[in-house]
């Protein structure tokens, strides 16, 4: 079985309390389950993405879309407790990356992903 909460937990925000809200959903699954998760970031564009005054997360809360813009170690912290799977909590496009694939800049990319299994 598979919990796949692909660009879903940043409409959660932190006072609803995400991480335990995720680790319900696990606690139900059994052993040798997986946790798929994406998680938006601010991390590689401040500005872009989470400046005050511009950015993607002023504008989806300015319209009444909650969006919680997490960092790198809030997004592993949904894996606490869980085997994350190589190469761990990464930017999405270097999560098993296509070897031929098109370069794409770090800078252009505000998602964190990570696959875990529950022992």
């Not at 991480?19 to 991390?43: E, H, K, N, W, Y």
């Not at 989806?60 to 799977?85: C, H, M, S, V, W």
């Not at 496009?93 to 990570?114: E, F, K, L, S, T």
Request: glycine content about 10%; aromatic content about 8%.
């Amino acid at each position: 079985m598979a919990l796949s909460l692909i660009a879903i937990v940043h409409f959660v925000l932190d006072e609803d309390d995400p991480q335990g809200i995720v680790r319900r959903f696990m606690d139900a699954l059994a052993p040798g389950s997986f946790l798929a998760l994406t998680v938006f970031t601010a991390d590689t564009d401040p500005v872009g993405v989470g400046g005050v005054g511009v950015g993607v997360g002023r504008e989806y809360n300015a319209r009444g879309i909650p969006l919680q813009i997490r960092d790198k170690a809030e997004t592993e912290a949904f894996f606490d407790g869980y085997e994350l799977l190589d190469p761990g909590v990464t930017l999405v496009h270097h999560w098993r990356p296509v070897a031929d694939a098109a370069p794409v800049r770090d800078q252009d990319i505000a998602m964190y992903a990570g696959v875990a299994v529950k022992r």
